[in-house]
């Protein structure tokens, strides 16, 4: 049987992930709920539907792989109690098969720094739920590494945004009015320096922690550009559509209406401390031990603008 990896998830991570490998050759298998193919995954990744929370699946699903990628996550307002038995059982997986885990992960576990750049060697000082949770399931991952259960590596990125994107600090609520010539809609403050991640920086630095030994067992942050404020980066996605930039903020007050209402929202209040003081990211360490492949501002905006007229073309 050929080499192949396995994907867990088949969101905008995991289709960054699959561009990432097909790129490379590989064969991949992505694994849903549903069965469901999303349209910009080619009919040459097999899409196979199961129960991710089911060890006996998921060993199943990766029995033989190369390595197998956790891009998989519950809905927001439930990671508290679905998120660490979903991981641990992908991890078991993988542990099963032999294979390499690389994980997606994101920053919550580091908690307010203070404005200060957030880099790998940090304390996991997290006061938030949904940081304690990240933090837990971190150390769970690092601790099978060391007990050479499964050989894990960690990629971490900051708020994501680019093709596929819909759900994100910098997604549809922001970007599909933007193109309608409305106000672009900002969480926090706007003129504070945010750093945000390209999602297909995203999917080539997993690639990359698959590909090499030297990453294993340890935590790196995938590399972005030079931080911008919310006002500038923004800026440079008005300027590629064509049009002046206008913008309204949602602050605590209209994230707290929303709670009222919406699940993700009344998960969404602890975290806004990230958009009420700086947030930059130290990506230095991926940098120098593998190339810095963060892609420019210019180009991942433009990129993103044409999958956005794309979508609301469709849509």
């Not at 064969?27 to 849903?32: A, I, P, S």
């Not at 404005?115 to 006061?127: F, I, N, R, S, W």
């Not at 009420?276 to 120098?288: L, Q």
């Amino acid at each position: 049987m050929a080499q192949f990896d396995v994907i867990f998830g088949t969101g905008p991570l995991a289709r960054s992930v699959m561009r990432a490998l097909l790129q490379r050759g590989r064969v991949v298998k992505m694994v849903n709920r549903s069965g469901t193919r999303p349209a910009d995954i080619p009919a040459e990744v097999e899409i196979v539907a199961g129960d991710a929370f089911n060890v006996d699946f998921t060993r199943a699903a990766t029995q033989g792989a190369t390595a197998v990628f956790q891009c998989a996550q519950p809905a927001y307002h439930q990671w508290v109690t679905h998120f660490p038995p979903l991981q641990a059982t992908i991890l078991e997986g993988a542990a099963a098969s032999g294979a390499k885990l690389i994980v997606g992960e994101n920053l919550y576990m580091y908690g307010d720094t203070g404005g200060a750049p957030m880099h790998e060697d940090l304390p996991y000082a997290t006061q938030t739920r949904k940081g304690k949770v990240r933090a837990a399931m971190a150390n769970a991952l690092l601790e099978a590494h060391r007990a050479g259960r499964v050989r894990v590596a960690i990629a971490r990125g900051s708020d994501f945004y680019g093709p596929g994107v819909l759900e994100s600090g910098l997604g549809a609520r922001t970007l599909v009015p933007l193109l309608r010539g409305k106000p672009a809609e900002v969480f926090g403050a706007l003129d504070l320096p945010h750093t945000f991640t390209y999602i297909n920086d995203f999917g080539e630095a997993m690639a990359i922690l698959a590909e090499r030994e030297d990453a294993l067992g340890q935590v790196w942050h995938v590399p972005n550009p030079p931080t911008l404020t919310q006002r500038e980066l923004l800026t440079l996605f008005f300027d590629e559509a064509g049009l002046p930039p206008k913008f309204t903020v949602m602050g605590r007050f209209k994230l707290m209406l929303g709670a009222l209402f919406i699940p993700a929202a009344r998960e969404a209040r602890e975290m806004m401390y990230q958009f009420e003081k700086p947030f930059p990211v130290d990506s230095g360490k991926f940098a120098r031990a593998f190339g810095d492949i963060a892609t420019p501002h210019e180009k991942a905006v433009k990129e993103t603008i044409a999958w956005y007229r794309e979508f609301l073309r469709v849509h």
